[in-house]
């Protein structure tokens, strides 16, 4: 275990391997030889056995988080790990390397009165770990060496909470594993999907799931930070936040498989992050809705594979982001017609952050892909705009409100039809990155998602053969090309996974359902042994890049699946 931050996903890492060497805090659990490895979550859960085959015999390795209190009500993020003999008797080791505040301070470990195990106590932090088998100190690491005889298992519960209250009890460990195996396969089986691909849709919907802030309701895009988007490249962020951009697809995603409460605590977490003035609307948000969200850059950490900087924070969200106020509110339509809100609440919202919009649609922004090489008139941006207009238009029209309809309704025309004069390039036959630019972008593959044009429409039959052209390697599409300097940053980076998810959807909806399915097909053969998605994958090695597990990735494929079913008979 080489990444744990505690107690939330935004907290810092007291176990950050993943960014360095194992000097920065990682938690080794197995057996003390050579072995051959296996994973697998167990069916419809998030509970993950490894299977360790050695010459002394077998062992397996159940790690898990309770997703809600315990049989015994411990309180504070808890892991537990059950290693547990199948056969032989195998030698095996524990070595616990705690590094809190991303691997910089040592904490002070003493051994529990009762029982073995021991705390671990730094600043603010405490964090105890109960364990079945004795520990002891060694070169500032918590080790344990024991034998495991078929049917003998070794159990270790850790838990954190605040260092100046007493430490919260211990879970019984299997009585978690059963109660947390029944939260999951009960929370699974409301999932409305019943397509070919219920596999990678239900393991998709539990990564959603997983990524959801039980507390606040906020969705964060991944639980990791600084993974590359190149292998030793510098395109390195953090994505345990919450970005505004994600809303609609969230809701899409979880609306259309049944998962009301989901969807319904989402969306009351979006309208508590916006509330406030329009004009200080922000792209990404903390999990509980934080706005200042500094970015700064981690000296002591090499990195992983070597790509530097190791960066905490996101400065994104100072950027100015025109299309999330078209996701923002596409997102509140979708909550309004699924009633996930009192009556009349988001219209509130709606109205005066559509006004607002009104008042800055026509600047050059930062857009989707938050380049830091400049603001342009992005066509994504002018789309979403015209997709705010254009959710709001029809409120208005529902609700009769007279006065908006005659301020918003003209505007979305308008931006229309600038967007179709400027942003298509009638040479090319294809929409472009920006306004008087030569540059292709994936994000165009949205605009018939959104409503913007039909995908039968011949200019994005033309978008779509330019991309499928220029943008495409082995099979799947990057999002734009990054040595034409738009993003103003070095290097390069691998596909995207979400846009080539975009692509299966505009497919379908060209009718090329072959291709779409066989392109749906490869890319969930992309994913993991377990079965999980980075945000970029490297076609020249096969692999995935960039933050993990990422939300858009899963939101993305959820989504295709969807689309992939429509006109089935399959209940897809």
Known sequence: MDWLCLPRFDSPACFAALLDTEAAGIWRLGPDAPARVSRRYRPGTLILETCFDTDHGRVILTDFMPPAPTPEGAAGPTVIRILRAETGAVPCRLDLRLRFDYGSFIPWVTRRRTGFGISAVAGPDLVVLHSTVPIRGENFTSVARFTLRAGEEAAFVLIHGPSHRPPAAAPEPHLALHATEAFWTDWISRSRYRGPWRGPVERSLITLKALTSAETGGIVAAPTASLPEQPGGSRNWDYRYCWLRD??????????????EEARAWSAWLRRAVAGSPAMLRTLYGIAGERRIPEWEVPWLA??????????????????????YGEVIDALSHARAAAL???????????????????????????????????????????????AFDRATREASRRGATAELARWR?????????????????????????YDSAALDAGALMFPLV???????????????AIERELMTDGLVRRYRTEDGADGLDGGEG??????????????????????????????????????????????????????????????????????????NNGG
């Open 247 to 260: 809303a609609a697809f969230t809701l899409r995603a979880l609306l259309d498989v049944g998962y009301r």
């Open 303 to 324: 990195g992983h594979g070597g790509a530097r900087p190791v960066r905490i924070g996101n400065a994104a969200g100072d950027q100015l982001q025109i299309d999330t």
């Open 341 to 387: 809100a009192a009556p009349g609440e988001t219209w509130g919202v709606m109205r005066v952050l559509v006004d607002h919009l009104a008042t800055v649609w026509e600047q050059p922004d930062e857009s989707i892909w938050e380049v830091r090489g400049g603001r342009q008139h992005f066509t994504f941006s002018k789309v979403m705009a015209w997709v």
């Open 410 to 434: 003209p505007l979305r025309s308008r931006i229309h039809a600038e967007i179709c004069a400027r942003g298509f390039d009638q040479a090319r036959g294809s929409f472009m990155q920006a």
């Open 451 to 465: 409503g913007f044009l039909p995908a039968t429409d011949p200019r994005m039959i033309g978008t779509v053969a």
């Open 495 to 568: 596909v995207f996974l979400a846009c080539s998810f975009w692509l299966v959807e505009v497919r379908v909806l060209q009718g090329r359902r072959a291709e779409a399915e066989a392109l749906f097909a490869r890319l969930v053969g992309l994913a993991n042994d377990v079965g999980l998605l980075a945000e970029e994958y490297e076609p020249g090695t096969g692999m995935q890049l960039g933050n993990f597990p990422q939300a858009f990735s899963h939101l993305a494929l959820i989504n295709a699946a969807r689309r992939l079913g429509v006109g089935r």
